[in-house]
């Protein structure tokens, strides 16, 4: 009788073993789903894009030179994963983050392949210096100017990107528009012009332009999203 209850008693913490084996196996699956579905470089570039707003899919494949099929697949594993939502505007069907923390984990696996993966690093470092001698600041940076004065921030991505969002009293001239607003933009003042992150060139690009006609002028290193998602003061039009 007692041999019986100890062996009642090793199947039942068998059990337990196995069905806290059952429950980690399980967790551990649904978690890699998440990276599996991020685990692409053009679903990371369309997160990075879907953090600015809303798009269609065909406005997906143009800004991430990809057909409106592929573009369509990428956004498919993004729902499946509970990564992108779909939004219905009259007969558009536009896609948009789930949630804020899905930047976030872009943000933390940007920022820490940056810091540990010293190629991407030195690739980021060698395109700017080839084609650009440019400062940048920080957020905390501009922060600080902005409490001194005397500066002019400027964003450089697409309007309807700085209508969905942007950093408090910048303005916004399209980077394909700067060269003929360039007087829009007062000499007196810094200029601190940003964009969608810092793999996006057009605030290098903008800032270059800008310095050759005698502004001084830095582009912020990182991007409106990052800016946001600090809680920093944002406007919307």
């Known amino acids: 009788m ?3 209850f100890y062996l009642c008693r090793w199947y039942d913490n068998q ?9 980690k196996d399980k967790v551990y699956d649904e978690l890699a789903k998440i990276t599996k579905a991020m685990a692409n470089p053009h679903r990371l570039e369309i997160i990075e894009l879907l953090a600015q707003g809303d798009y269609s899919v065909e406005q997906i494949a143009i800004q991430t030179n990809l057909s409106v099929a592929n573009a369509s697949q990428h956004l498919q ?15 558009f069907i536009h896609y948009r983050l789930a949630d804020p923390n899905v930047f976030k ?6 920022e820490l392949g940056v810091e540990r993966i010293a190629s991407i690093d030195k690739l980021v470092k060698d395109f700017r210096k080839s084609k650009f001698t440019l400062e940048s600041v920080t957020i905390d940076e501009l922060i600080q100017k902005i409490e001194s004065g005397k500066i002019t921030i400027l964003d450089v991505r697409p309007e309807t990107e700085y209508s969905k969002g942007h950093i408090a009293n910048a303005i916004s001239i399209p980077f394909d528009e700067l060269s003929e607003r360039l007087k829009e933009l007062p000499k007196r003042n810094e200029i601190i012009a940003y964009c969608r992150g810092p793999f996006c060139v057009f605030a290098d690009e903008a800032v270059a332009m800008l310095a050759k006609a005698g502004y001084k002028a830095k582009r912020l290193e990182e991007g409106f999203p990052d800016w946001a998602v600090m809680g920093l003061p944002v406007e919307s039009n």
Not at 17 to 22: A, I, L, Q, S, Y
Not at 77 to 91: E, P, Y
Request: no cysteine; net charge positive.
């Open 2 to 4: 007692k041999r019986l």
């Open 15 to 23: 059990t337990i073993r196995m069905n806290k084996r059952e429950f």
């Open 77 to 91: 594993v993004l729902k499946t994963a509970q990564l992108v939502d779909v939004a219905r505007n009259g007969n």
């Open 105 to 110: 984990a872009w943000k933390a696996l940007r």
